[in-house]
């Protein structure tokens, strides 16, 4: 049995069946290993996010195999898992949800017409009927584009032209400081309730170095108060660490954030924040996902940002999607004019995850 890790496995899969069969019918053997004993068989829990994981199949001889999430997994190690399917009468069931029309798994296995002995079946939310009707309309209402072809009416689409197509300057340019009703004097806004504040950073010093303030609502509203935008290329000189940190605190105007999401690569700047007192959170940088998020934030009227951010407009109308990797089967940005839109996804996607119930 794979998964994308052996993490969503049990979250996905494991759990439902431990429920099902009950306690006397499964048994792990070796947990840390993935082995497992289901009704006297012996079953293998295998994560599949890399490469590495071929290694885990390679040599074995299967009878049967169940994959979560199909698409989320190298090529390499589908492959190697079907070639190790040497039992008579062998069979593996596959779910995922739709992804780019040239992905691998779908131009090969779903679409391949040599490979006669398989079945696919198309399902959309309206076939669950566990799932509540007012659900299925709330997840209605968040997408559009891309990701509702997809997630919604279960099509294999590619992602092409703009990557917010939902972003509107008339509905999600606002005055944040009127909205917050901000107190210049106590930077802080005096809505019923507190405000979480958040800052997320995307660091370049050869390339741009910029900084986002979001002020969380109490009803998870997020807005983006104001950005800070530095192009070394167009200033035609690099800063230090030394330097952002100094022009960091100025711009804060006495705002102490709850957290500092940073990317994971900014080793020297994260610790440059530590130093000043800061708390500092690696972002999830999982890119995909992130812009999802962003996506249905800004449909759902749960992200605005404030009018003074010039950079961030221009950008989130320039962001588009890679057209030479959508031809390979990948979702990936085209890396231009993402810089205000990385910093973004940094605070909304790892907020949702991760982020704490409680505000500052």
């Known amino acids: 049995m794979l998964g994308k890790t052996a993490a969503t496995l049990q979250r996905n899969v494991l759990n439902d069946i431990f429920d099902l069969v009950g306690k006397s019918n499964y048994k792990w053997i070796n947990k ?80 391949n017409r040599e490979i006669e002995d398989k079945y696919v079946w198309h399902f959309t939310m309206d076939d669950n009927p566990n799932l509540d009707p007012d659900y299925i309309k709330a997840l209605k209402q968040m997408y559009r584009g891309v990701w509702y072809d997809r997630l919604i009416d279960g099509k294999w689409v590619m992602a092409e032209g703009l990557i917010y197509d939902m972003f509107d300057r008339n509905t999600h340019l606002i005055d944040c400081k009127a909205y917050l009703r901000y107190d210049p004097v106590t930077k802080k806004g005096i809505l019923p309730g507190s405000i979480k504040w958040l800052v997320g950073c995307d660091y370049g010093t050869a390339t741009v170095m910029t900084w986002g303030l979001y002020a969380k609502l109490p009803n ?101 999607w890679d057209s030479k990797a959508q031809l390979v089967g990948q979702d990936k940005p085209l890396k231009q004019n993402d810089h205000t839109c990385d910093t973004d996804r940094y605070v909304l996607y790892t907020e949702s995850k991760y982020g704490l119930s409680g505000v500052y």
């Not at 082995?35 to 068989?41: A, K, V």
């Not at 030394?242 to 700047?269: H, K, M, Q």
């Open 32 to 111: 840390q290993q993935g082995e497992l004993m289901l009704y006297n068989r012996r079953v293998y829990c295998i994560g599949a996010s890399n490469e590495e994981a071929e290694g885990k199949v390679r040599g074995a001889t299967i009878a049967g195999a169940y994959c979560d999430e199909v698409s989320l997994y190298p090529q390499s190690v589908f492959n190697q898992l079907m070639a190790r399917m040497s039992i008579t009468g062998a069979s593996c069931f596959c779910n995922t949800n739709p992804d780019n029309p040239n992905h691998w798994f779908y131009t090969e296995y779903i679409k």
């Open 220 to 320: 998870g509203t997020i807005l983006k108060v104001k950005e800070y935008y530095y192009d070394a290329v167009k200033s035609r000189a690099q800063k230090t660490d030394g330097e952002f940190i100094a022009e960091f605190v100025r711009w804060l105007d006495g705002i102490v954030p709850w957290t500092v999401y940073c990317d994971p690569s900014a080793v020297s700047w994260k610790l440059e924040l530590a130093r000043k007192g800061y708390r500092v959170l690696n972002a999830d940088n999982d890119v995909i996902n992130g812009i999802r998020l962003v996506g249905s934030s800004l449909n759902m009227g749960k992200f605005y940002i404030d009018q003074s951010c010039v950079n961030t407009l221009r950008e989130y109308t320039g962001y588009v």
